[in-house]
């Protein structure tokens, strides 16, 4: 009865083989999760954006600043998608995060370039997330003899290697392209839904599992009464999550707090009671606590890969950039990215947090109406 | 007469499994009623659809003068239910789960409730405890007193004393009969012979249909099973011999004696007439609720094949 035996490793390797099987929508996960990842975010990650939104202020109209301009329209890095028509529409833009970068050839810009008196071109880039912008910094280096090169000729040809004007890289929000600055305010968004999502997908899933479901659905209980005090107690923990990670990007991080309180506070709210929204329905759903585990985690990648938390959203194919859109990280992380570092307002911010707002009660309705008031 | 259950037509299926047919129950208003049947032959989900916890696919019927279908909220608000399997928290303790049931009931006078409930149940002292520390027979107590605190009109049980012992089971018992005393109609669900004996009718199920009712003395009657008591040194042992042969519907040993019975009293005392003689004794005896429930369960015929 000692020692090893091979037909009792079997016995055992049979029967758990056999029950996993059984278990058919876990053994479809975990088929299904490698492939349907591999091909999602293999194809959708980016860590060297290209195509990102760019702004122009042009204060002359001259034969330079148009070469200027198409040298940046011929460029991979930068798309210009807008035209500003004064410096205060050029900064909304910036602020608002709807262009990356925001380019102004001054009104004096040929006028010097001809007269070799230190022109200058102004680049103002969206740096709370270094790494989308990194690859296009380096590259302006190359704009001014690729823009500029074939207009000077003759008497305004320059010796080689002297530089025909300087690019003035102003690195907005985040000068010193701190990482830290950019990772930590996200970390909330991510660790709030961590947390939030899987605690609550397995309310409900323990109830059903441990049988106390049965009786809790014969008492006069309503589903919304039974979700709004299921999610309760969390909320209270998210709000003291938000709490001590938000002290600590300050103590230890030196994150900035530009502001932007008001904005903030509805985001985290809404974000909170969304996760948990989502985590109820996913209770609905699975069978097992097991299998609301595997739906968080499912729920969890992409809202760190897709969301613009890992890799630079803009750097994403238009799918991939459609799907995070979906994600309610992204919009969360577009909120305190904003209100810490750029000090959004509302009026900066009303997009994401309607985003959150159709979030909330889309999952809310459909977690109502998935929630089961009998056992059929 | 008031009727406290009156449902007629209930079917329920699930997949293509017709789980429950045609399934007509009235039980009087203050009475108890014991709901038998095998494992499986449908008396959880009956149950279930008496207190709206499963919508039958076809029927009709009131609780409490109140439709199964339409108004199962005020149902629930006026039944108690008491599953199979124990649910209340365990990781709550006995008191908090009380609480728990008080505060979903909306009740008022709730720490005067749970209190009083405690104390019927005589587990002040232990109020503090984990439900899930609890042995078997005081979990069902504790069960029983969570689902009928809110002082319900209509009590389901559904085999409230499974893996209870003797005592534990006598206790429960003596508090449904207080409850019932006090006006209140229960239906339970029991695989035991001595329980269904304490209700004052019973309703036998089996594959779905119901095809027994009345008091035990009129259920038994109705078969018309005819039952033998033989005894004798290894008489047990013949059980297998004299179940097989002809007008013998079955034959059960019971420690030294030995039950045979069938429906045709000339056909079965053919059977035994071979064994009429020393060293075995045989009497004519009353049948066994038991007997009568075995013999009920192996005529009807069973439709999921």
């Given amino acids: 009865m000692s020692g090893f035996s091979a037909t009792r490793v079997l016995a055992v390797m049979i029967k758990e083989f056999k029950q996993l099987t059984r278990d058919r929508l876990t053994y479809a996960m975990m088929l299904a999760l490698p492939v349907l990842q591999l091909l999602l975010f293999g194809y959708a990650i980016n860590s060297e954006p290209r195509h990102l939104p760019t702004a122009l202020l042009v204060q002359e109209d001259t034969v330079f600043a148009r070469s200027i301009t198409s040298a940046l329209r011929n460029s991979a890095y930068f798309d210009l998608v807008a035209q500003a028509r004064t410096p205060a529409e050029l900064d909304d833009m910036i602020r608002r995060g709807e262009v990356q970068f925001a380019v102004t050839i001054p009104g004096d810009f040929t006028r010097r370039v001809v007269r070799g008196d230190q022109a200058q071109m102004l680049v103002e880039v969206d740096a709370t997330d270094p790494s989308a912008t990194g690859a296009a910094v380096a590259a302006l280096a190359a704009l001014p003899t690729q823009a500029l090169g074939a207009d000077l000729k003759g008497a305004l040809a320059r010796p080689t290697g002297e530089p025909l004007f300087e690019v003035v890289v102003h690195r907005r929000y985040n000068p010193e392209a701190i990482t830290a600055y950019n990772i930590v305010p996200g970390l909330l968004g991510v660790i709030l839904s961590m947390t939030l999502v899987m605690m609550t997908a397995l309310s409900v899933t323990r109830e059903a599992e441990r049988g106390t479901m049965e009786s809790l659905l014969a008492t006069p209980v309503e589903p919304i009464e039974v979700m709004v005090g299921k999610l309760a107690p969390y909320v209270a923990v998210g709000l003291i999550q938000t709490a001590i990670i938000l002290v600590l990007a300050r103590l230890l991080f030196d994150v900035p707090m530009q502001g932007g309180w008001l904005g903030l506070s509805l985001g985290v709210g809404l974000f909170i009671v969304g996760s948990l929204a989502l985590g109820f329905l996913m209770s609905t759903v699975a069978k097992t606590q097991l299998q609301a585990m595997q739906m968080s985690v499912f729920y969890i990648l992409p809202s760190i890969l897709l969301s613009g938390f890992m890799f630079p959203f803009r750097g994403m194919p238009a799918w991939a950039q459609a799907l995070g859109e979906v994600v309610p990280v992204t919009h969360f992380l577009r909120i305190v990215r904003g209100a810490l570092l750029k000090g959004q307002g509302l009026e900066d911010m009303w997009r994401e947090l309607l985003a959150l707002v159709a979030f909330v009660c889309v999952v809310t309705a459909l977690a109502m109406a998935r929630y089961r008031r009998t056992l059929d | ?305």
Wanted: charge should be negative; proline fraction near 3%; glycine fraction near 10%.
């Fill in chain 2, 1 to 305: 007469m008031t009727l406290a259950i009156d449902v007629r037509g209930l079917n329920k299926s699930f997949g293509d499994k017709h789980v429950v047919q045609d399934v007509s129950l009235q039980v009087e208003e203050g009475k108890i009623c014991g709901f038998l049947g095998p494992n499986g032959s449908g008396k959880t989900t009956t149950l279930r659809m008496l207190c709206g916890l499963l919508t039958p696919d076809s029927g009709e019927g009131t609780c409490l003068g109140l439709d199964i279908i339409t108004q199962a909220g005020a149902i629930k608000r006026r039944a108690g239910y008491m599953t199979q399997k124990f649910s209340l928290y365990e990781d709550l303790t006995i008191e908090e789960n009380l609480q728990f049931s008080a505060r979903v009931h909306s009740l008022d006078r709730r720490k005067e409730r749970v209190d009083q409930a405690l104390e019927r149940l005589g587990l002040i002292e232990r109020r503090a405890q984990l439900a899930g520390s609890l042995s078997g027979g005081w979990k069902q107590r504790l069960a029983l007193a969570t689902a009928t605190l809110h002082e319900p009109r209509l009590l389901l049980l559904d085999e409230p004393t499974a893996g209870v012992d003797p005592k534990a089971r006598r206790t429960f018992w003596d508090e449904i009969h207080a409850l019932a005393a006090e006006g209140l109609t229960v239906l339970v669900s029991t695989h035991y012979m001595d329980e269904a004996e304490r209700c004052h009718e019973i309703a036998y199920i089996s594959y779905g249909r119901l095809i027994a009712r009345g008091t035990a003395q009129q259920v038994i009657a109705d078969t018309k099973l005819v039952t033998f008591n033989g005894e004798g040194p290894g008489i047990d042992r013949l059980s297998g011999v004299i179940g097989k042969l002809p007008g013998v519907d079955m034959a059960a040993a019971f420690g030294q004696s030995l039950h045979v019975s069938g429906t045709n009293r000339a056909a079965l005392e053919a059977a035994i007439a071979p064994y009429r003689r020393e060293p075995y004794r045989w009497a004519e005896v009353e049948p066994s609720l038991e007997d009568v429930f075995i013999r009920l369960t192996e005529t009807s015929q069973d439709n999921f094949g």
